[in-house]
Each structure stands twice: as C-alpha cells, then as structure tokens.
C-alpha cells in the first residue's frame, strides 16, 4: 500500500494535478463560499465539484483538457451550491410543517379547528381520528383543508408530486371517513 501511494505521489500527472490545485484551488475555494450558506457547505461542494472533475477525467467523459478544467469546475460548484439550499430550503419547510403539527398535536386546550355547530365531541371525534391516520395522509388533509393549499403547493412543501400528494389526500379521507364511520356504529359520534 505504501508503495501505491509512493508511485502515485512521484507520478507525474499526480504532482501536474497538485499543482495546479495549489494554483486553482484556493479561487474554486471562495467561489463555493461565496455561493454557499457556510464555510462547511463551501468544502463541501468544492470537494463534490472535485470529485465529478476526477470521475470524468478518468472515465474519457471529460471533453477538453486541463484549460477546460476551472470552467468546469465553476459551473459544478454553483450548480451544485444551488441543489445545496434547494435541499436545505426544503427540509427547513418540511421541519416546520412537522414542528407546527406537533404543536398542534400536543396542544389539547385549543382544539385544531371550529365546526360550525361547536360540538366539541364531533370536533374531538375529528381531532382523534385526524390523530389515528398515518402522518402521511393527515398531514396533506390539514394542508388541503385547513391550509387551503394546492396540490402542487403541497407537493412541494412536502417533496411529492402533485400526483402523489392528491392520492395521500384521497386515501387519507377514505380512512378518515371509514374511522369516523365505526366510531358512529359505535354510538361515539352523533353526525
């Protein structure tokens, strides 16, 4: 193994390949700060952006030669500093949302909605059966419903296609009739 890396340090595309990001890196460097939230994120895109740049080199998918490597690279780091805060800007939306509903979900003295006729067993029953659906399904109903959001608004905020998020809606309001159903069978609910 020693060996390898000898080879590899005194190799002569490896001491180009250093020099030049002694040279570059240090530019690339900045640029990724300058294009991200933190200094980490900076090194880390810088790092990811390398690493793609060293994939198609050695895969021969590489078109144009070391001249053609720093433009590359520029355009690498901002694409993906842009997918960085995308992802960022989505999970921070997707936490609160989560965050919101566990408020919700946890404060008992104010009930999550009114109905009309202010039957506080009908709205219990509702809140109960909301709580007893998979988070998946309860989560887009309270968005659809009480948030009076899209579905395509929903799909983004939750990471889903608009398809998938009306089918979380659908199969979610059949179960949450189905619940409500058993709980009128049982005499538990007067609507």
């Known amino acids: 193994m020693a060996n390898s890396t000898a080879a590899t340090e005194a190799s002569p595309a490896a001491s180009a390949w250093r020099e030049w990001l002694e040279e570059h890196g240090p530019k ?20 990811d952006a390398l690493v793609k740049l060293v ?6 998918e590489f078109v144009g030669g ?23 800007d989505r999970r921070k939306r997707r936490e609160d949302n989560v ?17 009309e006729s202010s039957d506080d067993e009908t709205r219990s029953q509702l809140e109960r059966g909301l709580k007893e659906l998979p988070e998946k399904f309860a989560e887009v109903i309270t968005m659809k ?3 009076e959001r899209t579905f395509a608004e929903i799909g ?8 998938t998020a009306a089918s979380r809606y659908r199969y979610g309001l059949e179960a949450l009739k189905k619940l409500l159903s058993n709980a009128r069978n049982r005499g538990d609910l007067s609507i």
């Open 28 to 47: 690339l460097l900045l640029f990724a700060r300058q294009q991200s939230r933190s200094h980490e994120d900076a090194k880390d895109i810088f790092q």
């Open 55 to 60: 994939e198609k080199v050695r895969s021969g």
């Open 66 to 88: 070391q001249e053609a490597w720093l433009p590359y690279l520029y355009t690498a780091i901002r694409r993906l500093a842009i997918d960085l805060s995308r992802r960022d």
């Open 99 to 115: 965050s919101a509903d566990a408020e919700a979900f946890s404060n008992d003295l104010q009930p999550w909605f009114e109905t």
């Open 145 to 147: 419903i009480w948030g």
């Open 156 to 163: 983004e905020t939750l990471g889903i296609s608009q398809n």
